[in-house]
């Protein structure tokens, strides 16, 4: 399993951006896809998650309603849609996959996701 993330930078709060992952090694359409983000003295935490086999997805409390989860198939890519961004964003986010994981996704799927293969990360930074 292969993973490059892209798409990080600064923004400023209330602006967006998109990440992306592109990913190989496996089969992309019948597996897990998500998005953690580690800011500084934190853990880690689950952002979102798509099945790439019926498009369900799950997101964190935080970013409900901010921030849509999307795949393309056909490019072998997850994205990340962040809207209305917050200093509290500022974190590096990590794409994470896991081919085991084949069924609909739901919030405890982000949980199971962390086991998965994980990216080098992007540095996200939004300022106030």
């Known amino acids: 399993v292969q993973l490059v993330e892209s798409g990080g930078g600064l923004v400023q709060a209330g602006g967006s951006l998109r990440l992306s992952c592109a990913a190989s090694?496996?089969?992309?359409?019948?597996?897990?896809i998500g998005w953690y983000r580690q800011a500084p003295g934190k853990e880690r935490e689950g952002v979102s998650c798509?099945?790439?086999?019926?498009?369900?997805?799950a997101y964190a409390d935080s970013v409900k309603g901010r921030f849509t989860i999307s795949s393309d198939n056909a490019k072998n890519t997850v994205y990340l849609q962040m809207n209305s961004l917050k200093p509290e964003d500022t974190a590096v986010y990590y794409c994470?996959?896991?081919?085991?994981?084949?069924?609909?996704?739901?919030?405890?799927?982000?949980?199971?996701?962390?086991?998965?293969?994980w990216g080098q990360g992007t540095q996200v930074t939004v300022s106030s």
């Open positions: 994470v996959a896991d081919p085991d994981l084949t069924d609909s996704v739901h919030i405890a799927t982000m949980g199971l996701l962390r086991f998965g293969s």
């Open positions: 090694g496996f089969t992309f359409g019948d597996s897990t």
């Open positions: 798509i099945s790439t086999s019926d498009g369900s997805t």
